[in-house]
């Protein structure tokens, strides 16, 4: 049961173009979703998170939008550059569920110079 | 260096043995994930522990047990090891247990490569 589903493992952009990384959930009681990006031999690191209650949040070059109708969230990076290369995960939170995150698979981001 | 601290960071092991993987939480922290990642896959939740006490479990084999010690490392066990147990296996910490204001999610370690032969 993938209740957060990433559905492009892969995505290539150009450097300075904008990144759209996209990410659909079943779960209509998550409330609260949140970004990880993973490089190589790491741990995955937070990123920008948004609450149910908001359709966007900024922060610098990153821009995350929430679409509640229609289950979908999507990471906007903006220029992207080299160093967002990188595995991104979508997780989400429901408000039980003593704080358990739901990861999807990942998409791969690979920024070409 | 996220201050969550797992080891070994890589273990080759045959089928059929048994294995504990540890992880230190970040200063202050009180709750500990265990995430498992195989080849292609998500993070896949197997358990939480918070202050010493199992607060929630996934989809964690029979085969595979946890425990959270006074000092707040933790354990991961695996006995009876297949192939298809191979993966990546991180540990996570919070500061509590529910949600709170300013929540960021989890931070997690480096992981422990696990290869089974």
């Known amino acids: 049961d993938q209740q957060v589903k990433q559905n492009s493992p892969s995505l290539s952009v150009q450097e300075g173009r904008i990144s759209i990384l996209n990410c659909d959930y079943t779960n209509s009681m998550f409330d609260y979703f949140l970004w990880y990006k993973k490089y190589p031999a790491e741990g995955p690191t937070f990123l920008i998170s948004i609450s149910s209650i908001k359709d966007k949040n900024e922060d610098g070059r990153f821009t995350v939008f929430l679409n509640k109708s229609a289950k979908h969230l999507s990471l906007h990076i903006v220029p992207s550059q080299p160093g967002d290369s990188a595995v991104y995960f979508c997780a989400a939170s429901a408000p039980q569920g003593a704080q358990k995150l739901v990861f999807g698979q990942g998409t791969r981001l690979t920024i070409n110079p | 260096d996220s201050g969550v601290t797992q080891t070994p960071k890589h273990l080759i092991t045959a089928t059929g043995q048994r294995v504990t993987l540890r992880c230190s939480p970040r200063?202050?922290?009180?709750?500990v994930y265990w995430y498992q990642q195989s080849l292609d896959q998500g993070l896949q939740f197997l358990i939480q522990y918070y202050n010493g006490e199992e607060r929630a479990k996934g989809n964690i084999l029979e085969r595979f047990s946890a425990q959270q010690f006074p000092d707040l490392h933790s354990e991961l066990n695996l006995s009876s090891l297949e192939l298809g147990d191979s993966a990546l296996y991180f540990c996570a910490s919070s500061v509590g247990v529910g949600r709170h204001r300013g929540f960021y999610g989890y931070t997690f370690g480096s992981g422990t490569r696990l290869t089974v032969v």
């Open positions: 200063s202050g922290d009180l709750s």
